[in-house]
């Protein structure tokens, strides 16, 4: 940064504003982010969280965007084996959709357009003999089983938001864009802390939009022009206790022609989703409504054996996907391909908007985004995070066994699933939480399930966790292990610590 003016403001801390910030800063350019909740707290967190070729979307013949996708699974479990890692998918054949030569196809394509190395290709199951078959209904006989990723979406926005950190970008939480001027050559951005409503001004030479479902809102609010190029579409998950012990996810069809996913989750848990449907309230609104619990409970009892109920049903999450409005007639023929669209005249500072994405293509947009950055404000570095591993995945994306069975070893006092969950979660960097502690008293108070003050205080330091939902929902899912009522307990802890990642820049 020079004379107080940031090469590149970032507004939105979701999956693509940290993934620019992370990409920026590490090719040089000074950055600023300011996220107006929470790091995740848009639709980056209420993903389907996987990070896939999109089987589907070649129907809609989507070939640039399949291909990007199918490419950076490998890429990105590479990046992050704490946090990503290859899922099989099994998908059974039903009489009255899709015929089979048709699924056949798209498979045969999906295993060889996007540079599969490591993941397994698809294979036919014998659903009267193969374990997949065993929670289905007895007439399904044959599947496809093929491969994709699965991914921690919210971890992986706050990694991404470390890394940058790290490198030297201010990340701000709880700070809301609310006025974007151009003055004397430069962007002069006015943004608000939402909490105490103090403002300040940040200069900066150009100004990414990546604000998500609000790209268009920022754009009418802060910035006054009047743009409709989004177009926002519900999707929402219902999670039940386990229902199958088989660790491959289900990938199955409804009769609409839509498909959805029932996923192994969090150990004791399925994930099932998701629905596809226009949306037109503020995203921050956005809950799952009784049409869709009932179309999602319908959808899987078509398949299960033990039919899916409510009564089984012990969360569900919604989110607003922030398509590119490209005129499709039906929510899910929009695209899923993002849009990059650069706002204002020449010689004027630019503004970059984002419309569109996935959670599996966010490297490679802000590959894509830092092009047109070096057209406007001049290259710095060269491309470099293919390959540059996030915080704690700092080891072999086959190395996961490895790391935690050394973790037992130097921290025997803790549980195998407490242990677990630490590298699942937090990789190499688990050590830092633990710190050389001798027994579990060291680790200090314990807020329910197997969440300690050791834990909280690592988060707070060290990924903006300012309040309990940040946690709970976010940071992980402790929510789903935990008593409600311990929620005071929690906020209080984290409000009583310094302001998250300002800590750490400061040492
Ligand atoms: P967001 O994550 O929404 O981030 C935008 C941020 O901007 C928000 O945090 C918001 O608070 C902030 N913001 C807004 N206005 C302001 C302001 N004025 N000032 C400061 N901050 C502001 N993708 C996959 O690859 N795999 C999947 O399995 C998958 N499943 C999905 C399932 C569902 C149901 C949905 C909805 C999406 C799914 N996606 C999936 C798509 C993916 O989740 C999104 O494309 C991605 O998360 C969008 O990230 P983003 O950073 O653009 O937006």
Redesign the pocket.
């Known amino acids: 940064m020079t004379s107080g003016v940031y090469d590149i403001f970032i ?9 620019i910030a992370r990409d920026a800063v590490g090719r040089g350019y000074s950055v600023f982010l ?19 070729g ?1 089987l589907r979307y070649l129907e809609h013949y989507e070939f640039r965007l399949v291909r990007e ?1 199918l490419m950076e699974r490998e890429v990105l479990w590479a990046m992050a084996p704490h946090i990503i890692w290859p899922l099989r998918f099994v998908l059974p054949l039903h009489k009255a959709m899709r015929p089979a030569w048709l699924i056949r196809l798209g498979l045969f394509l999906y295993d060889h357009i996007g540079g599969r190395k490591a993941l397994p290709a698809t294979k036919v199951l014998n659903l009267e003999s193969d374990p997949a078959g065993r929670p289905l209904k007895p007439g399904f006989r044959k599947a496809f089983e093929y491969s994709d990723c699965w ?1 921690n ?1 919210s971890r992986l ?1 706050a990694l991404n938001a470390r890394d940058a950190a790290d490198r030297g970008a201010v990340i701000r939480t709880r ?4 006025e974007a001027r151009r003055e004397s050559g430069l962007w002069s951005i006015t ?1 608000e802390d939402v909490n105490t409503g103090a403002k300040e001004t940040v200069r900066a030479r150009l100004f990414v939009n ?6 268009d ?2 754009l009418q ?2 910035v006054g022009r009047n743009d409709h190029s989004i177009r926002l ?5 219902i999670i039940i206790r386990k229902k199958f012990a088989d660790p491959r996810a289900y990938f199955f069809q409804n009769n609409d022609g839509r498909i959805f ?1 029932a996923i192994p989750y969090e150990e004791d848990f399925t994930l099932i ?4 449907q226009d949306y037109k309230g503020d ?2 609104n956005v809950v799952i409504s009784d049409a869709e619990i009932d179309y999602l409970c319908a959808g899987a009892s078509e398949y299960f054996a033990e039919p899916v109920t409510r009564a089984d049903m012990v969360w569900s ?7 590119y409005d490209d005129g499709a007639s039906k929510a899910q023929e929009a695209t ?1 391909d ?1 849009v990059l669209k650069a706002d204002g005249a020449a010689g004027e500072p630019q503004l970059l908007n ?1 419309f ?7 490297r490679r947009l802000a590959e894509h985004m830092m092009e047109k950055i070096e057209d406007i404000i001049g290259k710095k570095g060269q491309p470099w995070t293919a390959g540059a591993k996030l915080p704690g995945g700092d080891f072999d994306r086959q190395g996961f066994d490895g790391v935690l069975a050394k973790f037992r070893r130097d921290y025997p006092f803790l549980s195998e699933a407490h242990a677990r969950r630490l590298i699942r979660l937090y990789g190499t960097r688990a050590w830092q939480i633990l710190r050389g502690a001798k027994s579990a008293a060291d680790l200090g108070h314990v807020f329910g399930a197997d969440l300690t003050e050791a834990e909280l205080t690592y988060l707070a330091d060290n990924e903006w966790a300012r309040e309990a939902e940040d946690v709970l929902w976010r940071r992980t899912k402790l929510g789903l292990k935990i008593e409600a009522a311990a929620t005071a307990e929690i906020d209080a802890f984290l409000k009583s610590r310094p302001v998250a990642g300002e800590h750490i820049a400061a040492q």
Not at 35 to 45: N, P, Q, Y
Not at 317 to 323: E, W
Not at 356 to 362: A, E, P, Q, V
Request: charged share 15%; net charge positive.
């Open positions: 507004a939105g801390g979701g999956i693509n504003g940290c993934g300011a996220e107006m909740k929470d790091l995740a707290s848009g639709t980056s967190s209420r993903a389907t969280k996987l990070i896939h999109g996708s991914v979406d926005v700070t809301k864009v609310v943004t990546a604000a998500g479902p609000w790209v809102r920022l609010g802060a579409v519900q999707g929402s998950h996913f989703g998701t629905t596809d995203p921050q999450y919604s989110g607003v996907r922030p398509l899923r993002y984002i569109g994405g996935k959670i599996t293509t966010y």
